[in-house]
């Protein structure tokens, strides 16, 4: 892997990253606490989100929400090259006090309205802004966050237009968010299988084409990464464990440990 640019703070991260020959086994379903900008520049590949699927082009971008599984299914033929900027919203503090900037994310459904292509947008504005973003600067901290508060605008400008359109509606889709919408009960694959009128085989084979995750993974980084919010601002994990869904808070600790590397105490702040 090349790392063009990278920049890390407290409150962001931004990579401009190429795998000459990249490994598909290296890109796996994962969530983030932050939110999420990605520039897709070359590759070949399809990007899943909570079971929707968007087979990518260049210069398109995708936008993910704190705790939105995603991953890409890489061909290993084609260089892979991305700009990635994962952000907490205290760096529009004082600047967006509507949380304008953050509707795009906030506003929608898991696994919709997640990709912009340029058709989405009445200028190419969005265009200036990346291309000042990967720009070399003496001030890497500076120069990502005046282009990506404009950046940010021109999307949610789009998103206002888009969410008139058609919704995802298909199969995964639908087992997806009804899993994300009953991770604090009693998930079982019976219960899901029930629901949708489906057999654990197929239950099982359409959930790992569609998130790149058996259904069980899938519910405990689900579980895990919504816990892990609530600890950090300030629940005892005693009160959180259950309400995600952990019948057993030792089962839930060793979770946590194994996935963090840290006991949950320990993300108190």
């Known amino acids: 892997m090349s790392n063009y640019l990278h920049y890390s703070d407290s409150d962001f991260t931004m990579s401009y990253q190429c795998d000459k020959i990249p490994n598909p086994d290296n890109f796996k379903m994962h969530t983030h606490a932050e939110y999420e900008f990605y520039y897709f520049v070359n590759g070949k590949g399809v990007f899943k989100i909570e079971g929707s699927r968007y087979p990518l082009e260049s210069g398109d971008i995708l936008i993910m929400a704190p705790t939105e599984s995603h991953y890409i299914?890489?061909?290993?033929?084609?260089?892979?090259?991305?700009?990635?900027?994962?952000?907490?919203?205290?760096?529009?503090?004082?600047?967006?006090?509507?949380?304008?900037?953050?509707?795009?994310?906030?506003?929608?459904?898991g696994g919709?309205?997640?990709?912009?292509?340029?058709?989405?947008?009445?200028?190419?504005?969005?265009?200036?802004?990346?291309?000042?973003?990967?720009?070399?600067?003496?001030?890497?901290?500076?120069?990502?966050?005046?282009?990506?508060?404009p950046l940010l605008n021109e999307i949610s400008i789009a998103f206002r237009t888009k969410i008139t359109g058609?919704?995802?509606?298909s199969l995964d889709h639908r087992i997806v968010s009804f899993i994300n919408r009953n991770l604090s009960g009693n998930l079982t694959l019976d219960g899901i299988c029930r629901e949708f009128y489906i057999s654990k085989p197929q239950l099982c084979r359409m959930f790992k084409a569609a998130t790149g995750s058996t259904v069980w993974d899938y519910i405990t980084e689900k579980r895990l990464v919504n816990a892990r919010g609530q600890i950090q601002a300030g629940v005892p994990p005693t009160r959180v464990y259950e309400e995600w869904g952990f019948r057993d808070y030792s089962v839930f600790y060793r979770a946590f440990r194994k996935k963090y590397g840290v006991s949950p105490g320990q993300m108190l702040p």
């Open 73 to 109: 299914d890489l061909s290993a033929d084609y260089p892979y090259t991305r700009l990635t900027i994962h952000f907490s919203p205290g760096i529009f503090e004082g600047i967006d006090k509507t949380g304008e900037l953050l509707r795009p994310f906030t506003q929608r459904e």
């Open 112 to 149: 919709s309205f997640n990709l912009y292509r340029a058709d989405d947008f009445a200028t190419d504005a969005y265009k200036v802004f990346i291309k000042n973003i990967l720009t070399e600067t003496g001030n890497r901290r500076l120069q990502t966050i005046a282009n990506l508060l």
């Open 166 to 169: 058609d919704v995802n509606d």
